[in-house]
Nanobody, 115 residues
Framework: QVRLVESGGGLVQPGGSLRLSCAAS????????MDWYRQAPGKQRELVAGITLGGVTNYAESVLGRFTISRDNAKNTVYLQMNSLKPEDTAVYYC?????????WGQGTQVTVSS
C-alpha cells in the first residue's frame, strides 16, 4: 500500500502564503515525478507545478513566480510554497506521485484565499 499524507492547506487572506506538504509512505519504488494539481469549482483539474527525477520543474503560467515546488527524496516528500496568494488560487489541491509501482493521488486539501 502507498499512502500520501497532505498538509498545509487552509484559509488565508489575499497576499498571504501557505506551504503544502505531501509525504509518501508505504510500498514505494523509485519516485520519478511529484506534482501538484488543483481543481476549482466548475473547472477542470489542472497541473499547478511538477518536479522530475532530475529536478526539472514545471509551472502553470498563472502561478509562475509566486509558487515554488521542491522535493526531499530522502523523505519522499514534495512541497509547494505558495506566496502572494490570490482569490483565484482557491481550489482543492491534489498531490500526485509517480513511482515504479504506479501513480498515486492524495485525498486533496482545500486552499481558500479570501478577505
Amino acid at each position: 500500500q502507498v499512502r500520501l499524507v497532505e498538509s498545509g492547506g487552509g484559509l488565508v487572506q489575499p497576499g498571504g502564503s501557505l506551504r503544502l506538504s505531501c509525504a509518501a509512505s508505504g510500498n514505494i519504488f523509485n519516485i520519478y515525478h511529484m506534482d501538484w494539481y488543483r481543481q476549482a469549482p466548475g473547472k477542470q483539474r489542472e497541473l499547478v507545478a511538477g518536479i522530475t527525477l532530475g529536478g526539472v520543474t514545471n509551472y502553470a503560467e498563472s502561478v509562475l513566480g509566486r509558487f515554488t515546488i521542491s522535493r526531499d527524496n530522502a523523505k519522499n516528500t514534495v512541497y509547494l510554497q505558495m506566496n502572494s496568494l490570490k482569490p483565484e488560487d482557491t481550489a482543492v489541491y491534489y498531490c500526485n506521485v509517480g513511482t515504479l509501482g504506479g501513480v498515486y493521488w492524495g485525498q486533496g486539501t482545500q486552499v481558500t484565499v479570501s478577505s
